[in-house]
C-alpha cells in the first residue's frame, strides 16, 4: 500500500513539475504549445523514473534496462489511456470531463501494476538469485 502511496505522490509531483515547465516555455521563452508540452513531457519522464525507481520501488536493478521498460509501459499506459478516452466519448457518450477522468484512473492503475511487476520487478529473485536487504 505504501509503494501505491508512493508512486501517487511521484505522480503528483511529476505532474506539477511537467505542468509548471510547459507553462514557463510558453510564456517565458514564447515556444508554441507543442514544443513546450514535449518539453514538460520529456522533463516529466525523467524525474518520473529517477523518483518511481529510487523512492517509490527502490530498485538496485540495471537502469538501462529499467529505463527501457519504463518508456514501454509509458507508450502502452497512455495509449491505453487515449483508448479508454475514446471509447466513453464516442461510444459510451460519457461527458469528456468525465471520460478524462476514467482514462487517468486506468492510466494510474495499469501504469503502477506495469512499473512493480514488470519494470522495477525483483528480477534476482525471478532467477534464483539472493537480493541484498534494505534498510
Request: aromatic residues 14%; hydrophobic residues 55%.
Amino acid at each position: 500500500m505504501m509503494q501505491l502511496l508512493r508512486y501517487g505522490v511521484v505522480g503528483a509531483l511529476n505532474s506539477g513539475i511537467g505542468y509548471a515547465v510547459i507553462f514557463v516555455c510558453m510564456g517565458v521563452f514564447g515556444w508554441r504549445p507543442v514544443t513546450s508540452n514535449i518539453a514538460g513531457y520529456a522533463v516529466g519522464i525523467v524525474i518520473s523514473f529517477v523518483l518511481n525507481r529510487n523512492f517509490t520501488f527502490r530498485s538496485i536493478g540495471a537502469a538501462g534496462g529499467e529505463l527501457r521498460r519504463f518508456l514501454l509501459i509509458f507508450a502502452l499506459a497512455y495509449l491505453a489511456n487515449l483508448a479508454v478516452l475514446l471509447v466513453m466519448v464516442h461510444w459510451v457518450e460519457m461527458a469528456a470531463g468525465w471520460a478524462q477522468v476514467v482514462a487517468g484512473v486506468v492510466y494510474f492503475v495499469l501504469s503502477f501494476v506495469l512499473s512493480k511487476y514488470y519494470v522495477f520487478a525483483d528480477r534476482s529473485q525471478q532467477r534464483g538469485g539472493r537480493r541484498p536487504d534494505r534498510a
